[in-house]
């Protein structure tokens, strides 16, 4: 909820001033999710309905999730089925198609949504919009997942200004102007105090658990933490590290 309205907020001010937005995301989970408060802020007239732009694998993730609707959460599917109304369907998300289409789209002053991948921003076509728009301060560039270290989306959430890219093989220097803000709480993985609930739920409980996925020192301190808390054998590996397991 929280992160709806943020994301609520966020697209409210961007909209107010006429500008664009760009959503990097990853094409399962995280795009759907995007897509459902958007809808719902939409139909709610909450923000002004303007066309949002899946670009990337997004529609052919978001079609599995219409052609099997039983699967979704029981509010969808009460939706879905009693409601006759489902949201994955809505005449506000256009598919992006074509390079002529993202072009076209990219080149259009007029107010819109893109969501598009890749989530980390290392490539893919979200970086063509991002390249139209980043020298437009009424613009925005929203982060819904996490940036991990070394990415393009981790640089830019550091802040910095001068992006340089690869335009038809020459090296060019992006000026970043416009609003970037981070959008937590879509994240599809467990945090630090679920991943501890569920050690502590687990019986019997394990003789060792290894930590990966994940910043070096965060792996560290929740082996650390587990290891305190539960007296568990903990792991957090190296990368290229190699553990025998007997």
Same mark, same amino acid.
């Given at each position: 909820? #929280?992160?709806?309205?943020? *994301? ?21 989970? /995280? ?21 949002? !732009? ?5 529609? #052919? ?9 039983? !699967?979704?959460? =029981? ?18 998300? @256009?598919?992006?198609?074509? &390079? ?27 970086? #063509? ?8 301060? +009424?613009?925005? *560039?929203?982060?819904?997942?996490? &940036? +991990? ?11 910095? @200004? ?27 993985? =467990?945090? /630090?105090?679920? *991943? ?26 929740? +082996? ?23």
């Amino acid at each position: 909820h #929280e992160a709806s309205a943020q *994301l609520r907020e966020t697209l409210t001010r961007t909209l107010a001033r006429k500008g664009r937005i760009i959503i990097p995301v990853f094409a399962v989970g /995280r795009s759907q999710e995007v897509m459902l408060v958007i809808e719902d802020l939409m139909r709610a007239e909450q923000i002004p309905e303007v066309p949002v !732009y899946l670009d990337g694998m997004i529609f #052919e993730a978001t079609a599995i999730h219409t052609a099997y609707p039983e !699967y979704l959460n =029981s509010s969808l599917r009460t939706q879905i089925f009693q409601m006759g109304e489902n949201p994955f369907l809505s005449k506000i998300f @256009k598919r992006v198609d074509s &390079q002529e289409m993202r072009q076209r789209i990219a080149g259009d002053p007029d107010p819109c949504i893109v969501l598009a991948t890749a989530g980390m921003m290392n490539g893919g076509p979200v970086m #063509e919009y991002f390249k139209s728009w980043a020298s437009d301060p +009424a613009s925005s *560039l929203i982060f819904v997942g996490y &940036q +991990a270290e070394g990415t393009m989306g981790r640089k830019i959430q550091r802040g910095w @200004k001068s992006i340089p890219m690869n335009e038809r093989g020459n090296q060019i220097t992006v000026e970043v102007k416009l609003n970037i803000e981070t959008c937590d709480g879509f994240s599809g993985h =467990s945090d /630090r105090m679920q *991943l501890m609930n569920y050690v502590d739920n687990l019986d019997p409980k394990p003789e060792r658990i290894i930590i990966g996925h994940g910043e070096e020192f965060k792996c560290a301190d929740l +082996a650390s933490s587990i290891y305190k808390k539960f007296g568990i054998e903990t792991r957090a590996p190296m990368n290229l590290e190699t553990i025998r397991l007997k």
